[in-house]
């Protein structure tokens, strides 16, 4: 099986810490290729990066000649992600929708703990676009601030825990989301110090993807996720126009 880990953001290391950790928990029979966006922001945080990290993604997507089994797209907050589903054949798995998926099979409600109070706004949208308002117990971020995106983890994890102790046992969680791709592999490191399940985001994506690449599900004919119709483009790059279907 092989399988795509796209990061829409222009951080490496960000990239490489995810990969490291879908490899340590996929099969081994499976291969996950990692790329980065080659322009952007080093991490989305907003509505409009995150619109302009899907368009690159979709970019990136459209620029591929290695053949997938399935794609992780790689930023909490799942930007793209149906768009990428509309235009590709193989299934598309986003960082959010796979551990709130995830946290519903394992408790009644679920709070996501981040870094960045910019995050918040976004991420409750995620959770309501997924039809899991209800089921949200709160959403909280961590008292600290970070001085660098790749530092997050070694600077505020005592935070992200006080965070995530008081949405267990204050919010009524039953479950923690660690929400953002910085956390990647923090969730086994900080899961004995906390009184419910926490679900790293990146395992929870890439695990998902095996399963549904293992079912081998056919591109949908009708429906909003068949292809869409042709139609002519202007200024697009080629790779882009032709996987929409219209011409350059």
């Known amino acids: 099986m092989r399988l795509l880990l796209l ?8 990239t490489e810490r995810m990969a490291s ?5 996929a099969a081994e029979t499976t291969v996950i290729d990692a790329i980065t966006a080659p322009r952007g922001l080093p991490y989305i945080a907003t509505r409009a990066e995150a619109v302009i990290g899907g368009a690159i993604a979709l970019e990136m997507l459209a620029d591929l000649s290695a053949p997938y089994d399935a794609v992780i797209m790689a930023a909490f907050g799942d930007p793209a992600l149906n768009a990428a589903r509309e235009l590709l054949s193989v299934p598309v798995v986003g960082l959010a929708e796979a551990s709130i998926l995830t946290a519903c099979m394992l408790g009644r ?3 996501i703990v981040t870094f960045s109070a910019n995050l918040a706004p976004w991420f409750e949208e995620c959770v309501a676009a997924n039809g899991m308002g209800g089921r949200l117990a709160s ?3 961590a ?6 995106i790749d530092l997050v983890q070694a600077e505020m994890t005592a935070a992200l825990v006080e965070a995530a102790t008081l949405a267990a046992r204050e919010d009524g969680a039953e479950v923690i989301i660690l929400g953002g791709a910085p956390l990647a592999g923090l969730a086994r490191r900080v899961a004995p110090l906390l009184p419910v399940p926490v679900i790293d985001s990146v395992e929870a994506a890439t695990r998902m993807a095996e399963t549904l690449a293992l079912l081998k599900p ?6 909003s996720f068949r292809l869409p119709d042709g139609k002519p483009t202007v200024g697009l790059p080629a790779a882009l126009a032709s996987l929409l279907g219209g011409g350059g």
């Open 109 to 111: 409600r679920f709070s």
């Open 143 to 148: 008292r600290q601030a970070f001085s660098d």
């Open 218 to 223: 056919r591109k949908a004919e009708i429906g």
């Open 7 to 14: 990061n829409p953001n222009t951080t490496e290391a960000l």
């Open 21 to 25: 950790v879908a490899r340590g928990i």
């Open 139 to 141: 959403l909280r971020v």
